[in-house]
């Protein structure tokens, strides 16, 4: 089993709907949570990060944690076909090291 | 603001070349510098990390070395590149400011022919 957990995709929503994607992850002891954007060819760059149970909102973006269900989650309401791209779940324990532990990734297209 | 530079951004080696990969952050003290490599289609593979001058982790047994020289500068080299040494590098740092987040670079890409 995968320390973080993502469905690879393709994820495939018309332009204006809600995309959903999800992460779970195996070590109960982790306390950071993020989200991050790649499109294709260039570097993952930090959408939203979560620490709390709940939801956290950020625009068109909002991050959902669970850490009973060991589970967060990211909704992109409105979605444009600019949101088409590969979002990467991480998680961290918090230690010093800062080391995170990243899914591979759930690509999605928002069709026009 | 922290920023982070990574050079060359792209480059082609032959199968037994030399590599220098180099990485430097500006904007924060004795940040942890990580080095990941992502080969085509895949997830993120952590290569090394480092909490401090001189202190490199490595994660997976491979070719490759790393070495922190500086405080922010991170330099990721091999003696002799492999084909499976191809792929995208990734130079990314965080610090307990920053709330453990990892903010990478811009990545290079390496392909070995």
């Known amino acids: 089993q995968k320390e973080v957990e993502q469905n690879s995709g393709p994820l495939s929503v018309p332009e204006g709907a809600i995309a959903s994607l999800n992460c779970t992850y195996s070590d109960r002891g982790s306390q950071s949570f993020f989200w991050y954007r790649q499109y294709s060819g260039k570097s993952p760059e930090l959408i939203m990060s979560i620490y709390s149970n709940g939801d956290k909102e950020d625009g068109r973006f909002t991050a959902q944690l669970n850490k009973a269900s060991q589970y967060v989650s990211l909704l992109i309401r409105d979605s444009q076909p600019s949101d088409s791209a590969t979002y990467l779940c991480?998680?961290?324990?918090?230690?010093?090291?800062?080391?995170?532990?990243f899914g591979d990734g759930t690509t999605l297209t928002v069709k026009p | 603001s922290q920023t982070i530079h990574q050079w060359p951004a792209t480059l082609v080696q032959p199968v037994g070349s030399p590599l220098s990969l180099e990485c430097t952050v500006e904007g924060t003290s004795n940040p942890n510098l990580y080095w990941y490599r992502q080969a085509a289609g895949r997830g993120l593979q952590l290569l090394f990390y480092?909490?401090?001058?001189?202190?490199i982790s490595s994660e997976v047994p491979q070719n490759l070395s790393a070495s922190r020289p500086q405080d922010r500068q991170f330099i990721l080299s091999s003696k002799k590149l492999l084909l499976s040494d191809s792929g995208f590098y990734l130079c990314a740092w965080s610090s307990r400011s920053s709330g453990n987040t990892i903010y990478f670079g811009e990545g290079s890409w390496l392909t070995v022919v």
């Open positions: 480092s909490v401090g001058i001189g202190q």
């Open positions: 991480a998680v961290n324990r918090g230690t010093n090291a800062g080391k995170s532990t």
